[in-house]
């Protein structure tokens, strides 16, 4: 929750003028924040941190967006000790998992589960085998990534043709947030729920994951046929009698 009230708060400082609006979601961007400092994990942060890239160097360009990430990613590191003490003092180990695995490449145990799926899809690498981890260490579990997922269930049958259409539907992402498509939040969710199913969440449970992919692939078919009977009733409306008789 605090990821996504984080993004969609920027969307809205970013989109909107008005004071009134701005203060509203500098708000709720703090709330987002706080939310994510108290659960303490470590996907939330790298989650933001990656669809704040795509959608900074979408909607601002490539070297406006490079400049926003540097001026953040300086400041982050400028005053990353009283934001350590900050987190500290409100309880929260965010601070503490962040700084093991930047400086001592602390893992979280993902990696270990990676190379346990690789081996099952190496076992059945055409048509797949499983949803969840067989036998042996991490029975039970799923993949933690989507696109493992994937091929260890479908294979190369299912797994490229999923790649393919996340591929697709990235290009979409990037050119309805240039186009400022009035969708765009909702765009910025469906980048959220991607980015965390590289780390978290089962696909075969993902609910949320395909109706915003599929919502997405269909928004420029629908823009168009709205746009279409909307120019249409336009005309009818503004057009005169003699030219309406006459067609």
């Not at 996907?43 to 490079?66: C, D, H, N, W």
């Not at 601070?95 to 145990?109: D, F, H």
């Not at 969710?189 to 449970?205: D, V």
Request: glycine share 8%.
């Amino acid at each position: 929750m605090g990821c996504a009230l984080s993004l969609a708060s920027i969307h809205g400082l970013l989109k909107y003028k008005k004071k009134s609006l701005k203060f509203f979601f500098t708000i709720s961007f703090l709330i987002g924040m706080l939310s994510i400092a108290k659960a303490g994990s470590r996907s939330p942060v790298v989650v933001l941190a990656l669809v704040m890239i795509f959608y900074f160097i979408t909607k601002l360009g490539i070297f406006r967006g490079l400049v926003i990430i540097g001026i953040l990613g300086g400041l982050m590191i400028i005053f990353i000790n009283p934001i350590i003490d900050l987190l500290t003092s409100m309880g929260s180990t965010i601070a503490i998992r962040l700084t093991s695995m930047v400086v001592k490449g602390e893992g979280n145990g993902r990696e270990v589960i990676y190379k346990r799926v690789l081996d099952i899809i190496d076992q059945a690498p055409i048509l797949g085998s499983y949803y969840l981890i067989p036998y042996g260490p991490f029975a039970g579990m799923y993949a933690h990534n989507f696109f493992l997922e994937v091929f260890m269930a479908t294979g190369f049958l299912g797994g490229i043709p999923f790649t393919i259409l996340i591929l697709i539907s990235l290009i979409k992402s990037y050119k309805l947030i240039r186009a400022e498509h009035p969708s765009s939040w909702v765009i910025i969710l469906y980048l959220q729920i991607l980015g965390y199913g590289m780390f978290s969440t089962g696909l075969y449970s993902s609910q949320d994951f395909w109706a915003l992919l599929f919502y997405i692939m269909s928004i420029k078919l629908y823009a168009y046929r709205v746009s279409r009977k909307s120019s249409s009733r336009s005309f009818l409306k503004t057009s005169p009698p003699s030219l309406l008789k006459t067609a």
